[in-house]
């Protein structure tokens, strides 16, 4: 069997041949009538017109006998049979198409449509064009590429021997396109904020450090858009979303990346409760857009996103799977529970990061079917609004499901002096080693000093697209960042 470096070499000449025959291999210009799935769906009035049809494609299979050549083409439409015979376009056009042909070259072919003794919708070729010589073979439609690896690192591979790999990202912009859809429809305003940040804020991540060459200053990677899609509260839109890129300098697993896209916005003039209700409809409807059904499998478990979503109280799971009071625990007591528990600690700085390592490790997982977790302490959200009923809450919900959050919001903290004291704890542990901690933005809380109304907002990212695949989210990304070879 030929070595892969052997068929390119044999591949480059076959492309030096038709230049030879003055044949560009990569031509500007190229003509369609149809695609191949017009001709398909309209095939019978297409063969009965008897017209001449210039169609494209790269080709698929091609097999000779004689003086005949069947080839399939696919132009991303629908795949279709191609017929050349040697007494009907000549023999140097039949030669030059025997000699510099192969699997994934893109064509274009002009003729004239019917149907094979077997049924097999066929066009005539009268004239074909080489679009686009393929200097390497393509894998194997049927075996395709098995390595997760090489599938990730040459996704455009993937793509184009793997029907379902490319229905994947199809259904992916369907997620993104009903999201948009939706909040458009609800009234938002879809805006645009810096990725570039002197100050990184609006979420518990480390941050990615880049430097500025104009204005010779460091800056920051986003971590979130929240704090500047806040301030647009403050300057009188009441309703406004973004959809772009977040960058959080984390560990890798099969909920987290580095960079991925996610969707935050801001209502003025609601809380919590409210935005909850939105969000169960949101989701409802990108899910059913998404999948075409309110149902789909995750691992052994059918989840109905149409059926009621429970309200779970942070408190209650908290102490029914852990049998510790957040409302007295100390922090010393969460320590020693993580610590006999197996947990890890060395990376969590304070009472709030405690208590969300534990909560992740023993809590969520038991949490199975869509639902609102609701009211966690004050020490792991700094920038939710307080809980009327108890000071030491805040006014937060997570969209939960299979053990996972897939989503967060929360009525937000409008109260400037209060939000520049809990800055200044995040400050404090972040000085003590939190690196995830935030940082004090001062601008932001002169933004609310201004004003700013009673506003509820939410986000979720990718990982919820990545849930309802049932797959890793580095997998439902088409290019995901991965080390040098």
């Known amino acids: 069997m030929a070595s892969l470096g052997e068929l390119r070499d044999e591949r480059i000449k076959k492309s030096a041949l038709l230049k030879e025959k003055g044949v560009s291999p990569y031509p500007a210009t190229v003509r369609r009538d149809k695609t ?34 069947f080839f399939n083409f696919d132009d991303g439409t629908g795949v279709f049979q191609g017929l050349i015979k040697k007494d009907e376009i000549g023999e140097e ?51 395709g590429l098995h390595d997760t690896e090489e599938r990730l690192r040459r996704r455009y591979l993937d793509t184009t021997t ?6 994947l990202f ?44 104009a204005l010779d200053v460091d800056l920051y990677l986003r971590i979130s858009p929240e704090l500047h899609l806040k301030r647009l509260i403050v300057g009188g ?32 003039y609601i809380g919590y409760e409210e935005m909850m209700s939105l969000v169960e409809r ?36 908290f102490s029914k799977h852990t049998n510790l009071d957040l409302a007295t625990v100390t922090e010393a007591e969460l320590k020693a529970y993580a610590d006999k528990e197996g947990i890890d600690t060395g990376a969590h700085i304070g009472r709030g990061r405690l208590m969300d390592v534990i909560f992740k490790k023993k809590v969520r ?41 897939l989503g967060k919001g929360f009525s937000e903290l409008n109260d400037p002096i209060d939000q520049r004291a809990r800055f200044m704890e995040q400050a404090r542990l ?25 506003t509820a907002g939410f986000a979720y990212s990718e990982r919820l697209f990545a849930f309802l695949m049932n797959m890793p989210v580095r997998e439902t990304v088409f290019s995901p960042l991965m080390k040098p070879r």
């Open 36 to 69: 191949v799935g017009e001709v398909i769906a309209n095939f019978s009035s297409l063969e009965a017109e008897g017209k001449e049809l210039f169609l494209l494609g790269r080709v698929r299979t091609c097999r000779s006998q004689g003086g005949l050549s």
């Open 430 to 454: 972040r000085e003590a080693g939190d690196k995830e901690a935030q940082m004090m933005d001062e601008d932001f809380v002169e933004a609310l000093e201004y004003g700013m109304p009673p």
């Open 365 to 405: 997982p038991h949490l199975v079917m869509p639902g609102f977790l609701v009211l966690p302490p004050v020490d792991i959200e700094p920038l939710a609004k307080r809980w009327a009923k108890d000071q030491n809450r805040v006014e937060r919900f997570q969209i939960v499901a299979c053990g996972s959050e």
């Open 282 to 317: 949101l989701v409802r409807h990108v899910v059913t857009k998404t999948l075409g059904s309110s149902t789909h499998q995750f691992h052994d478990t059918t989840i109905d996103w149409a059926a009621p979503w429970a309200r779970i109280d942070y408190y209650e799971v």
């Open 237 to 268: 839109y009441n309703k406004v979303f973004e959809i772009g890129r977040i960058f959080r300098n984390e560990g890798m697993d099969r909920e987290h990346l580095q960079d991925y896209t996610q969707m935050e916005m801001y209502w003025a």
């Open 170 to 213: 199809v259904r992916k912009s369907r997620f993104w396109q009903a999201t948009r859809e939706f909040l458009l429809r609800e009234g938002g305003l879809e805006v645009e904020t810096p990725v570039l940040e002197l100050i990184p804020g609006g979420a518990d991540a480390e941050p990615f450090k880049t430097h500025h060459n």
């Open 93 to 143: 056009s039949f030669s030059l198409f025997s000699e510099t042909v192969d699997g994934g070259d893109f064509l274009g072919v002009a003729g004239t449509l019917f149907l094979t003794k077997r049924g097999e919708k066929t066009i005539a070729v009268r004239e074909w064009k080489m679009l686009a010589k393929a200097l390497r073979p393509l894998p194997d439609k049927r075996e």
């Open 162 to 167: 793997d029907e379902a790999t490319k229905n």
